[in-house]
């Protein structure tokens, strides 16, 4: 994935991340510290609804915690949405290097 930008201003706030996937397509990133529950589902679910008018194409969205929440997967399913396990410590550096982008 080749990142777009971070930190970009939708109508529904601020998205950690947007990427472009290998077909052209916009990903949405939210990351979370720890756990993961329906609330970042539904937070995440939010900004790729308010891209998807913005920019006026398919947007993926991809939650990114450590775990993820009892009944958020079946959210994330739902909600046609994708999640990423990562270890805290990846995310930590991570936030760091964002600024980077």
Do not use: C, H, N
């Not at 790729?48 to 939650?63: C, F, H, M, N, S």
């Amino acid at each position: 994935m080749k990142p777009v930008e971070v930190e970009r201003k939708t109508r529904a706030g601020f998205v950690d991340a947007l990427f472009l996937d290998g077909q052209g397509r916009f990903v949405v990133v939210e990351v979370k510290r720890g756990t993961a529950g329906v609330e970042a589902v539904l937070q995440l679910k939010r900004y790729v609804e308010a891209l998807k008018k913005e920019l006026g194409v398919d947007v993926r969205g991809v939650l990114v915690a450590e775990r993820l929440a009892r009944g958020a997967r079946g959210v994330l399913a739902r909600e046609g949405l994708d999640f990423k396990s990562v270890d805290p410590k990846v995310l930590s550096r991570s936030r760091r290097s964002a600024r980077l982008i």
